[in-house]
């Protein structure tokens, strides 16, 4: 009765003259695109030191250089932040991570490595003030820890399709669904 | 149904491989660009000196000539010109703010002149509340962010200055600041 599902199942698919052998091919196939892509992925974070070496930029406050959908690498380097750089930085609490401009720094001993002894305030260029507004209630500062990376390289447009997949969950399905019968149904 | 498929995947792989190699062209010749813009920046006057919400504050008018025309190429979207202040006191071994910031976006617009006075949110300040006869020095930096590709940065050092070493406020700063 399963064999007679399976056979179903594979019809609907157009499937039907493939044999078992050949399912499962594609099966590790499909697999090994998944493993390969996480692997870049890690590959990347072992190389920029950073927890996230690419992301999207999700919000207007640095316009005009990084508009909403832009794209940009970040690398973590084992140089200390100064004054004038654009950073990425994760307040405790929240999930959205925020690329903003330093405009302070306070080093207790220079390329210190306590987190505690460099003190950082950031600022968005298109925004009015700086961002102790945005940081935690009695925040006055970021410390090292906070930081994600510093911004070195800029891709424009791609990520709007992050961001249209975020907005619309199911366009995201759909793409995965036919990039899925896609691997499983191309013959090699 | 194949057919027109495998067409459709060959022309956009194709297209999208062909603006790949162009940005990366593109961004690979920033690397051989140089420029040596001409840059003065001087303090006409310190306007005063404070201890305000635990910390010490300082404002001066400066004098700056930057002609950044230089800087701008064809893969240059926009150059953020900054200047910092950086100092070093008993509490803190590196103490840096940016006092100006400017964003320009056309080329033409690149030679400024201009006085330079402190303004909202930028200001000068230090926690350790250790101004006074404290040696500092400006910088005049810029980063070019691209059309696409890595963004650059490049600084003037106007080493030597002294804070004043007293307590005082001119009429030069005006009420806000």
Request: hydrophobic share 40%.
């Amino acid at each position: 009765m399963l064999k007679g599902q399976v056979k179903g199942l594979l019809a609907s698919l157009g499937l039907a003259d493939m044999n078992l052998r050949q399912l499962l091919t594609q099966g590790v196939n499909l697999g090994l695109i998944v493993t390969t892509a996480l692997m870049i992925w890690k590959g990347l974070v072992l190389c920029t030191g950073s927890e996230s070496p690419v992301v999207v930029v999700l919000s207007g406050s640095m316009e005009p250089a990084f508009y909403r959908g832009d794209i940009l690498f970040l690398n973590m380097g084992r140089k200390p932040f100064r004054a004038g750089e654009v950073v990425v930085f994760n307040i405790n609490g929240r999930d959205i991570p925020i690329v903003h401009r330093i405009i302070k720094v306070h080093e207790k001993e220079a390329g210190t490595k306590k987190s505690d002894d460099v003190l950082i305030l950031t600022k968005g260029d298109n925004n009015w003030g700086d961002d102790r507004a945005l940081y935690n209630p009695g925040q006055k500062w970021l410390h090292r820890d906070h930081l994600m990376g510093r911004v070195v390289g800029f891709l424009p447009y791609i990520g709007q399709a992050t961001i249209i997949m975020n907005d619309y969950p199911y366009v995201k399905y759909l793409l995965i669904g036919i990039l899925g019968i896609f691997v499983i149904t191309s013959k090699e | 149904m194949h057919t027109y498929m495998y067409r459709m995947n060959a022309l956009f792989t194709v297209a999208s491989t062909a603006l790949a190699v162009i940005c990366a062209a593109a961004a690979l010749t920033d690397w051989t660009f140089t420029s040596d813009p001409p840059v003065s920046l001087q303090v006409k006057s310190y306007d005063g000196l404070q201890r305000e919400s635990g910390e010490h504050r300082a404002w001066m008018t400066m004098q700056l000539k930057a002609d950044l025309r230089d800087v701008f190429h064809w893969n240059t979207k926009q150059a953020f010109m900054y200047i910092t202040a950086e100092f070093e006191t008993p509490k803190n071994e590196v103490n840096q703010a940016v006092v100006w910031s400017r964003i320009v976006q056309k080329q033409k617009d690149a030679n400024i002149k201009e006085t330079v006075r402190f303004g909202y949110p930028y200001q000068l300040t230090d926690p350790g509340l250790s101004l006074h006869n404290t040696t500092f020095s400006l910088m005049f930096n810029w980063e070019t962010v691209p059309v696409v590709g890595a963004m650059h940065r490049d600084t003037r050092v106007f080493p030597g200055l002294t804070f004043p070493g007293e307590y005082f406020r001119t009429r030069a700063i005006p009420k806000g600041w």
